[in-house]
């Protein structure tokens, strides 16, 4: 069974920084492209970023309104994917869901974890 | 703002048919990406309903179904449940953009 269980949200103050996991199991972790999703409260789905596989170079790619501050990464050996977020804003509270990317047909999430909520207030 | 545009809701009653539009451009469906469909149960994380514009996966009943022309690509259900109320959203890659988008969302509600 694919599970994905994200952690490490939480209460943040403005300009500070976090780091959210995502721990992945039942599948070939090192073999698939990952994403994060955000979802601020009673708003839509917003798409963070993603990682390729190390057969892909681990390359990344960002939403324009998070580049520069957010940094997905991913540690193979632990299954463990992550996304490190500086310089937090209020408008970076939300929930945040990490998901297996199918890269096919031009790329969609078959697996999503339940999400992990950051709050970003003083 | 998003890319793809869905109606906010849309509402029927049990068993009736309902439709949801996800309006795109040049740069997204008219570019011949794919579309994608999630349906996103309150409180839950979105689950995949449809992917590459038609194909539903294992457990997903055949009363949804998809379809997608042009710029736009569209969501159906049949034979509406009480337990299809939910918010519903479309995905696609954006050329323009560089990276993936999703629709506004969906909120159907049975009456």
């Known amino acids: 069974e694919v599970q994905l269980v994200e952690s490490g949200g939480g209460l943040v103050q403005p300009g500070g920084s976090l780091k959210l996991s995502c721990a992945a199991s039942?599948?070939?972790?090192?073999?698939?492209?990952m994403i994060w999703v955000r979802q601020a409260s009673g708003e839509g789905l917003e798409w963070v970023g993603r990682?390729?596989?190390?057969?892909?170079?681990?390359?990344?790619a960002y939403a324009a309104s998070v580049r520069g501050r957010f940094t997905i990464s991913r540690d193979d050996s632990k299954n463990t994917l992550y996304l490190e977020i500086n310089g937090l804003q209020t408008e970076d509270t939300a929930v945040y869901y990490c998901a297996r990317f199918r890269e096919e047909n031009s790329g969609y999430s078959d697996y999503w974890g339940q999400g992990t909520l950051v709050t970003v207030s003083s | 703002q998003s890319v793809l545009t869905q109606p906010p809701s849309v509402s029927g009653a049990p068993g009736q048919r309902v439709t949801i539009s996800c309006t795109g451009s040049?740069?997204?469906?008219?570019?011949?990406?794919?579309a994608h469909w999630y349906q996103q149960l309150p409180g839950t994380a979105p689950k995949l309903l449809i992917y590459g514009d038609t194909n539903r996966p294992s457990g997903v009943p055949d009363r949804f179904s998809a379809f997608k022309s042009g710029t736009s690509a569209s969501l159906a259900i049949t034979g509406l449940q009480a337990e299809d109320e939910a918010d519903y959203y479309c995905q696609s890659y954006d050329r323009s953009l560089g990276g993936w988008v999703f629709g506004t969302g969906t909120k159907v509600t049975v009456l």
């Open positions: 040049s740069s997204n469906l008219g570019s011949n990406y794919n």
């Open positions: 990682i390729r596989s190390k057969a892909n170079n681990y390359a990344t």
């Open positions: 039942g599948f070939t972790f090192s073999d698939s492209a």
